[in-house]
Each structure stands twice: as C-alpha cells, then as structure tokens.
C-alpha cells in the first residue's frame, strides 16, 4: 500500500494535493490543483504493492493510455499521465455527483425511465469501445459514475477502464492472462468466471447485471464469491417479472435483460442491437403512457445527488420477492445415458437432485419427478411416457423425428451440446406443466 499523501504535496512538479477521493482495486484518488492550468483534477496513484513493480507500471500506464483513446462524452476524461519518484499517476477529469453503487444504496432501485436511459448512455459507450474494440471487463455499479444536469437528468459516466484491453494492440495490449478470473463476482460474465477469452458479449452480460439490479435492488445472485461464480456459469437467472411480480415490467424488456444474460456469448445483443431495443422498450412505454396507463415505474422522477429524493421508488418486500421466486429445490430427476459431468454439477447448482436411473427403472418408484434420457429407443421412451413422468430426450431430431418424440408422450427436445440453465428451465417448465394437468384432474 503506498504512503498516503497529505494536502500541499506535490506530484509531478505541478500537481497540488488538497484531499483524498478514495481508494480503487489498483490504487489511491486525490483531489488535487494543475498548478499550470488552475482547474480541479482527479488524480490516481498507484499502490507500489499491485502486482510487481514493472507489469504493475506498465498495466496503469496502459489503463491511462486506453481511457484516453476512448474519446466518448460517457467515458471520464484522460489529462495527463506520468511518473513521480515513486509514484505512477493519472490526472483525469474531476466529476461532480456519485457512484451509481452509492445511488443504489441509497434510493433501493430506481424508475423504469431512469435505469433504461442510463442503460443505453453506457451501451453507446460500448459501441464506441467494442469497435477499437476496447473491452471494460469490469463494469459494475462501482464503476459508473452519476451526474444530473441543468435539467435534472441523470449522466452516466464510465469509470475505471484499468481492467480493460484493446484486442490485437501492443502498447495498449492485453496484460491479464486466460485462465486467471479478474472482475467483480457479481458482475462477471459466465466465460470470465470460468477464466476464458472475454470479448465485447461479456461486458453486455456486465450490463444486463447492472441494468438488473437497478431494476429491482438486487443482484442477479447472491451467496459467497464462489457460490455466485458457479451461479454465474450454471444456474438460470430468475426473470425480473418473476422476482418482482408486482412490478409491472413489459415482457419484451424482460427478454431482453434475460438475453443480456444468456450464458452462451453469442446468444447476447450486440451494443447496438442493445440501444435498438432499449429505444423500442421506451417507445412501448411512451405508448402506454399516452393510453393513459398509471404505473408507478413509467414516470420518471429526480433523484438528487445529496439529498434524499421527496419521492423515492417502492419498497421491495423481500418475502414477496423470495416467495415470487422460481422454487426449484427438491426437484429429483432421473438421469438415463451418459452425460457431462458438468452438466451434472450444473443441474445441483440450479437445485434440481439428479440420480442415475437404470434401463427399465420406473423413475416413480425412484421417486422422480421428471426423467433426462439421451435414449433413441421408441419402446423405451413410449414406457418411460406411461409413467406419467415428464421425459426430457437430448437428441439431435431432424423435423420429422421430432414429431414421432411427441407422439410417443416426450415432453421436451433438447439439442446438444446441453447447457445446464437450459436444461433446468426445459425440466422445470414440463414439471409445472405436469404438475397443473394433474391438478385439473382432481
């Protein structure tokens, strides 16, 4: 950790020190004075300790020379960079307002209008960035920073690209390596948590982490760093309608916060396709507001950078919310064939009790309650059917084929390679379904 500096030091021969800002995950912020231009900087010191010496160096001097090659009205203004002694510094320009961790905390969630518009500022950023292409890696609540206008609207402003890389550049170049997880764990992407290659898709899975928990005051999941890792890679996020039913969100910008937060990369909106349908959302809610229609989410309302708006968003009841909840704990599924054991481990992390079910086994007397077969057998699967339980068949079923699987009672087709949430959802849907046809026989 570096010495903390005092008010009246100087850094780099023109930098006046006149008080701390706080501290990131690299290093110390100041609010200093140019002494050459008279204006207010922010200026940020690396810690001596952060990795060793030479990469740690060359990483903030690479963070200063990215930032300032994003020239973008949401991304923060790069001054000057240098060294002093010691020191490693970053003067950069000095905002006014606050995190948008801090806004949360203190405002629960926030409109609709609100969390959609500052959404699509940081997706234009992305568009910008992913062309250089400039990846963040690391965007989270802590990183974008807020301001309200002349007129009351909220700015964003991205902060803190020290986690970022430009694919393909040398100075600007990558200097995390594959394989080492680097970020936020409840802002990471699936292929971050699993230490893969992380392109432009994952700071849209960023965003849609952040776009959720300004929707509803919570994160996508919850639970220790490794818990939610696995959860991140594994488990299917539950629905912002289905976590807060109450709510009134519109169903196409559901779908598109679940597909921001899809598992696959490619299953993810680009940032542009992103800001279309963020722009088709409001154009859906500006239509439903001309009709008349008295939600409490639709209007937008001020939140005031220091004091407490007059009119805060609702509550979330938190029993409500976890009654809401898709509850998948003590689902038993019978497992037929060989399967990954990744997807074994990804059906316990989603809640689902899986155990092997041997050819010929009555999955009731296994006390099941759907059954996961890879079999192509049509007598197998005709007796498994007649079992009442719901059978799920990974298979790749050409048209016609599909249609004898249903024929024979099959109530789900999954096509490999099998993802886990997919999987879970596939299960989960045909035992609801299941479960209410029997209640509408008794």
């Known amino acids: 950790m570096a010495h903390e500096l005092r008010p009246g030091m100087v850094i780099g021969e023109r930098y006046v020190i006149t008080g701390k800002l706080g501290e990131g995950g690299m290093g110390q912020v100041y609010r200093a004075t140019q002494q050459n231009l008279r204006r207010e900087v922010a200026l940020k010191l690396l810690d001596s300790g952060v990795l060793d010496v030479a990469t740690g160096h060359r990483r903030f001097l690479r963070e200063a020379r990215v930032a300032a090659a994003l020239r973008h ?3 923060v203004e790069i001054y000057d960079v ?58 989270k609540p802590e990183n974008i920073f807020v301001e309200e206008d002349r ?50 898709p994952s700071d849209i899975y960023s965003l849609g982490c952040v776009l959720y928990e300004m929707l509803t005051g919570q994160t996508v999941f919850r639970g220790s760093q490794m818990n939610i890792l696995t959860q991140h890679i594994y488990v299917a996020p539950t629905s912002l309608r289905e976590r807060v ?88 599924v019978g497992v037929q064939g060989e399967f990954p054991d990744e997807l074994w481990f ?19 007397g296994a006390l099941c309650d759907a059954v996961l077969t890879n079999t192509d057998d049509p007598r197998r699967l005709s007796e498994l059917a007649a079992t009442g339980v719901p059978v799920i068949v990974a298979t790749n079923a050409r048209a016609d084929e599909l249609a004898e699987l249903l ?36």
């Open 73 to 75: 009205p949401h991304a």
């Open 82 to 139: 240098g060294t002093d002694g010691s020191h490693v510094f970053i003067a950069m320009e000095l905002l006014s307002g606050e995190v948008l961790r801090d806004l949360l905390e203190r405002v629960g969630c926030l409109p609709l209008d609100e969390a959609i518009d500052l959404t699509l500022q940081v997706a234009d950023l992305l568009v910008a960035a992913h062309a250089m292409p400039l990846i963040h890696r690391d965007l």
């Open 151 to 200: 007129d009351g609207h909220l700015r964003a402003r991205v902060m803190d690209f020290g986690l970022a890389f430009i694919e393909g550049g040398d100075e600007t170049g990558r200097l995390t390596k594959e394989g080492l997880v680097v970020g936020t764990p409840a802002f990471l992407s699936p292929e971050q948590a699993q230490g893969g290659h992380v392109g432009p």
């Open 245 to 332: 039913p109450d709510a009134g969100f519109p169903a196409d910008l559901d779908d598109l916060v679940m597909r921001m937060l899809a598992k696959r990369p490619a299953d993810r909106p680009s940032a542009e396709a992103l800001m279309e349908e963020l722009h088709l959302v409001q154009g859906t809610l500006a239509g439903q507001r001309h009709r008349g229609r008295d939600d409490r989410l639709l209007g937008t309302r001020r939140h005031r950078m220091i004091s407490v708006p007059a009119h805060p968003p609702p509550k979330i009841d938190q029993e409500a919310v976890e009654q809401a909840a898709p509850e998948l704990e003590g689902f038993q």
């Open 346 to 364: 990804g059906m316990a992390s989603n809640g689902l009790y899986a155990e092997r079910l041997e050819p010929g086994q009555d999955p009731r």
């Open 407 to 442: 024929r024979l009672g099959v109530n789900e087709v999954l096509a490999p390679p099998l993802e886990a949430d997919v999987v879970a959802r596939k299960i989960r849907r045909a035992v609801e379904r299941s479960r209410r046809r029997m209640r509408r026989r008794r």
